[in-house]
């Protein structure tokens, strides 16, 4: 096993670990897609053809790292393949990546990561706004450094969405589901969107946790394709379908992916728990997930 793979994803091993994925794979491509609000290079790694890809992200909130580690693990178990001409799951990977793609955004919150994982001084002059923050709340720290949650920032239902965190009780920065003064205010959203646009993608999976869902329809503009691809993967990994209800009706990637563009979009939560799930997960999870992953990136 990769050391990289047994302790929490920090944003320096992440870093380190693409880099090393893209030495070992010199055709894939690794590339900085925008910033945090503190400055962190937000990365992106790709394989196959861009132009017909699906794309992978996780860690939008920050104790859900673990989603994070999985993204990597299966996009160097990918790449792996690809390399070596190496069959993967009786998929050949090389041919069948040359008519699609991937494009994995491992780590869309790193400074929220970072105050999950290392503390509150690694929001470095935000370290006192952050702590004022916490102190006013009993919740885990699940936003951006800014006290946004970013996956209710995204623009579907925005205005919905903030009767409904008024009506909850959550007026500003928390450390989860506040949304923003206005959809895509942070950095972190904004790079994401960009990616989706630039690259036209076909289908987006955002990784969440925890437990053992898919969300795949948002509205009007649910293709009608999503159903069955969304039993596909549930008949894949045995996770379950289910709809959107409460506060996490709106504002999330895949609702703005659906609503804006008209295509397929689809929330994984992996796993059971308490967030953060352990590392000792990653293993369990990763093999229940592995073929359901593939499916994502072929079908």
Known sequence: MDEYFLEPPSYDRTLRQCSRIKLQNPEIKLFPIGKSFLGRKIYALAIGNTKNAVLFAGAFHAQEWLTCSLLMRFFQELAGAYTQNRLLLEVDIRNTLREKGLICIPMVNPDGVEIAINGTKSARHMQRYVETIMKQSDKKWQANVRGVDLNHNFDAGFRE??????????TGPAPTQYGGTMPHSEWETRAVVGVCRSFRVRRVFAFHSQG?????????????????????????CGYRLVQNNGL????????????????????IEIGRGQNPLPIQDLNPIYSRLLEMMLLAVII
Request: proline share 5%.
């Open 161 to 170: 969405l903030q009767r409904l965190e008024r009506e909850s009780g959550i």
């Open 212 to 236: 053992e869902e898919i969300f795949y329809e948002y509205g009007e503009h649910t293709p009608p394709s999503s159903r069955l691809i969304a039993e596909l993967l549930a008949d894949s």
């Open 248 to 267: 996490a009706s709106h504002g999330g990637f895949k609702d703005w992916f659906i609503d804006k563009m008209h295509r397929p979009g689809f929330t």
